[in-house]
């Protein structure tokens, strides 16, 4: 009888079929900080979904302090259900591949999710490290069950974005939007909750929808409808950023993606007793005037900024202004300054005047609100050229001195040499011969 052999072609595209893709390179497991460079780089952000990688300079000291922070951070975010990985970057060494990412000062840390790098803007410190990457990993959603989940829920989310929570809502209603909105916010749905919630949370009837901003004191908004898309995505929109934003380089990039004019406060002290007061008439009228944002600035914390529209150690403070974010601004007649008494009035008169046409158009004296953003990567260029001509001096410097350390030596030893031969020719005696100078 006639055996027939099974043919193995078979067997062997069951074993291709079965290998699973293998990464070029092994990358340890021990929640450890990655050390990156060109020939392993793009195999790190496609092998992990989320990694932080820092760029930086092994002889920039903020780059030193940021590295046992790091280091913390790493140990517990690689333990996420949906692990975020840490690497870093000699950025000074590795300059070829790393320009593509625009690496304009140490340390750069920037987010790469999936493969696509985003501008890390979070805090620094370990423990809100954490916090800050947590939201990159967590359900579009949140669904919530009880008052303490909610409870939970708000302080793991901490204080770095704004916190929206739905009460009432099914979650269909912000799937849209919490996406749209997820780099910037967090989002959930209370599906079960106590009237103790309700006083709490300052809504007193459902579906609601509840904006909490820890950053600025839990300060709330509430929105109750309408829920065609449209107004929703109003609502969430403008509840992007508190009623009344401090303008900062860290605020610079809010405001520039937001589409409302901006009402400018400018101040003497934004830290002192009545600004703060001040400030809060701002958030009133900011609540009854949601088309506009407004914003306040000290002279002293930003004189370089307030000088754009004409403020100097002359100009009577507070002044209110409405500005475009570009190179134009508006004054009210009238309303050019807030005296000390009854501020909310003027306020209103000013925003009266504002509305009514009743302004003055000018021309700033400095840079656009883009201009602003673009100065912090010059700031911060400059202070990198800065410290290489230190370094340079430092280096020059140091070699001048050895040189003159040589050159001291060289004269110590010919002096040395030709005390000796002194001594010597003294030891033997005048000789007739010898001509004495």
Same mark, same amino acid.
């Given at each position: ?22 990464? *070029?390179?092994?990358?340890? =497991? ?8 060109? *020939? ?8 992990? /979904? ?13 780059? $030193? ?20 990985? !840490? ?11 790393? *320009? ?33 990457? %947590?939201?990159? #990993?967590?359900?579009? #959603? ?7 989940? !909610?409870?939970?829920? #708000? +302080? ?16 269909? *209603? !912000? ?19 106590? +009237? ?5 949370? /300052?809504?007193? %009837? ?44 860290? =605020? ?13 406060? !400018? ?25 506009? #944002? ?48 009854? $501020?909310?009035? $003027? ?63 060289? $004269?110590?030893?010919?002096?040395? =040499? ?20």
């Amino acid at each position: 009888m006639k055996m027939h052999r099974p043919p193995l072609i078979l067997p062997i595209l069951t074993i291709f079929l079965s290998l699973k893709p293998i990464s *070029s390179h092994e990358f340890p =497991t021990d929640r450890t900080v990655l050390e990156l460079d060109e *020939s392993n780089f793009d195999s790190a952000i496609s092998t992990f /979904d989320f990694v932080l990688v820092d760029f930086y300079a092994p002889w920039c000291g903020h780059c $030193q302090r940021l590295a046992p922070e790091l280091d913390a951070a790493a140990l517990v975010l690689a333990k996420l259900d949906k692990p975020i990985v !840490i690497a870093k970057v000699n950025a000074d060494k590795f300059r070829s591949f790393t *320009s593509k990412y625009e690496i304009d000062g140490f340390p750069t840390l920037k987010l790469f999710m999936h493969g696509v790098p985003v501008e890390y803007s979070g805090p620094r410190k370990a423990d809100f490290i954490i916090r800050y990457l %947590k939201k990159f #990993v967590a359900p579009d #959603v949140s669904l919530l069950d009880s008052d303490s989940a !909610i409870s939970r829920f #708000v +302080e793991t989310a901490g204080t770095q974005f704004p916190i929206f929570i739905g009460f009432g809502l099914d979650e269909s *209603s !912000i799937l849209e939007f919490s996406r749209k909105y997820k780099k910037k916010s967090w989002f959930s749905i209370a599906k079960d909750f106590s +009237e103790d919630i309700m006083v709490a949370y /300052d809504f007193d %009837k459902v579906p609601s929808l509840v904006c909490i901003h820890p950053r600025h004191n839990n300060e709330r908004s509430v929105f109750y409808g309408p829920w065609e898309g449209k107004f929703l995505e109003e609502f969430i929109m403008q509840n992007l950023l508190p009623l009344s934003v401090p303008i900062n380089y860290d =605020t610079l990039e809010l405001l520039a993606e937001d589409e409302r004019k901006v009402v400018v406060t !400018i101040v003497e002290d934004e830290l002192d007793e009545k600004s703060l007061k001040l400030i809060k008439l701002l958030k009133a009228a900011a609540s009854a005037n949601r088309d506009l #944002v407004f914003g306040y600035v000290g002279f002293r914390q930003w004189e370089a900024f307030v000088d754009t529209f004409g403020v100097n150690k002359r100009t009577k403070l507070p002044k209110i202004i409405v500005w475009d974010k570009n190179e134009e601004y508006l004054t009210v007649a009238g309303s050019e300054s807030l005296d000390e008494e009854d $501020q909310g009035s $003027q306020i209103n008169r000013f925003l009266e005047g504002y509305r009514e046409g009743r302004t003055v158009r000018q021309t700033i004296s400095g840079p656009s609100l883009m201009g602003f953003i673009n100065s912090l990567i010059s700031i911060r260029t400059v202070y990198l050229i800065v410290f290489l001509v230190g370094v340079f001096m430092l280096i020059r410097h140091i070699s001048q001195q050895d040189d003159e350390d040589s050159r001291e030596k060289r $004269q110590t030893r010919a002096k040395d =040499t030709g005390s000796s031969a002194t001594e010597s020719e003294s030891r033997e005696g005048y000789r007739p011969n010898d001509k004495e100078d």
